[in-house]
T-cell receptor, first 108, second 114 residues
Framework: DAKTTQPTSMDCAEGRAANLPCNHSTISGNEYVYWYRQIHSQGPQYIIHGLKNNETNEMASLIITEDRKSSTLILPHATLRDTAVYYC?????????FGAGTRLTVKP | DAGVIQSPRHEVTEMGQEVTLRCKPI?????LFWYRQTMMRGLELLIYFNNNVPIDDSGMPEDRFSAKMPNASFSTLKIQPSEPRDSAVYFCASTTGTGSAGYTFGSGTRLTVV
């Protein structure tokens, strides 16, 4: 599976959009981009995934560049409860392997 | 749907004792995964099963660790004998093999070996 690069940490003001970037320049044509988050001491939570089209659900939007070498997870109106570690994962096979992720802190 | 259920939530044991962690996946999910999380190493995939059969156990740290899935609704991760360095949070996750579905994780078992 392709490797991903994410910033170690980010801050966001409450009520503003949080835009979390992920670089996956070695992604293959059959690999999906997945996003999970982990709120302190809880199990990781699935957020969204996509192959090449942009995706949106009740939690977030996923924007994938046309060359698929990077993506952005967008939380449209961040709340304090969105403070968590966000993981970007690229994979084709069944197993999901987590990196260090981005620690997002939403501030009042 | 009760989600993925893990037990116990917390376990404190003495070095050298056997520890068994349990997981009940979501009904209908045919993939089950065991992860370990520590501050130093993050989330590590230990082993995963498909239709109760172990597919990849390359992440199991050593022979002291073993995992079984006797049926579609139950899996165990056993450590014998336990050591202080096994202290971690152990997560179980499940998913369906249909399409590209994401995983559902349990709440984890926090293991402390003293």
């Amino acid at each position: 599976d392709a490797k991903t690069t994410q910033p170690t940490s980010m801050d966001c003001a409450e009520g503003r959009a949080a835009n979390l970037p992920c670089n996956h320049s070695t992604i293959s044509g059959n690999e999906y981009v997945y996003w999970y988050r982990q709120i302190h001491s809880q199990g990781p939570q699935y957020i969204i995934h996509g192959l090449k089209n942009n995706e949106t659900n009740e939690m977030a939007s996923l924007i994938i560049t046309e060359d698929r070498k990077s993506s952005t997870l967008i939380l449209p109106h961040a709340t304090l409860r969105d403070t968590a570690v966000y993981y970007c994962i690229v994979r084709a096979m069944r197993d999901m392997r987590f990196g260090a992720g981005t620690r997002l802190t939403v501030k009042p | 749907d009760a989600g993925v259920i893990q037990s116990p939530r917390h376990e404190v044991t003495e070095m050298g004792q056997e520890v068994t962690l349990r997981c009940k996946p979501i009904s209908g999910h045919d993939y089950l995964f065991w992860y370990r999380q520590t501050m130093m190493r993050g989330l590590e995939l230990l082993i995963y099963f498909n239709n109760n059969v172990p597919i990849d156990d390359s992440g199991m740290p050593e022979d002291r660790f073993s995992a079984k899935m006797p049926n579609a609704s139950f899996s165990t991760l056993k450590i014998q004998p336990s050591e202080p360095r096994d202290s971690a949070v152990y997560f179980c996750a499940s998913t369906t093999g249909t399409g590209s579905a994401g995983y559902t994780f349990g709440s984890g078992t926090r293991l402390t070996v003293v």
